[in-house]
């Protein structure tokens, strides 16, 4: 099984910054897209930015010019750069990665637990 460990959530007054990281372990050979989804109260889960393996970027309208996604393959970790944070941003963000296991020699999609970002002053 390959697991997502998230962190860098809090609480972040408006305008200002967060970072979250997030690192898969477990039996892996290769991972392809990783990417940043979040959850507001009520509402349904996002797409917020994605990631290839190859370093090609997705963004939501929504964080274009404010977030940064990047990823450091040799880590197996994906890294979300959030600026000029907005009330509208609060959320549980997840983690999402897929590709394929060493064993068993399968492919995976794997979720993340989800950290809370808070933006409020």
């Known amino acids: 099984q390959v697991q997502l460990v998230e962190s860098g959530g809090g609480l972040v007054q408006p305008g200002g910054s967060l970072r979250l990281s997030c690192a898969a372990s477990g039996s892996i050979f290769s991972i392809n897209a990783m990417g940043w989804y979040r959850q507001a109260p009520g509402k349904q889960r996002e797409l917020v930015a994605a990631?290839?393996?190859?370093?090609?970027?997705n963004y939501a309208d929504s964080v274009k010019g404010r977030f940064t996604i990047s990823r450091d393959n040799a880590k197996n970790t994906v890294y979300l750069q959030m600026n000029s944070l907005k009330p509208e941003d609060t959320a549980v963000y997840y983690c999402?990665?897929?590709?394929?296991?060493?064993?068993?020699?399968?492919?995976?999609?794997?979720w993340g637990q989800g950290t809370q970002v808070t933006v409020s002053s």
């Open positions: 990631i290839t393996s190859g370093g090609s970027t």
């Open positions: 999402n990665a897929d590709g394929s296991s060493r064993w068993p020699p399968i492919d995976f999609g794997s």
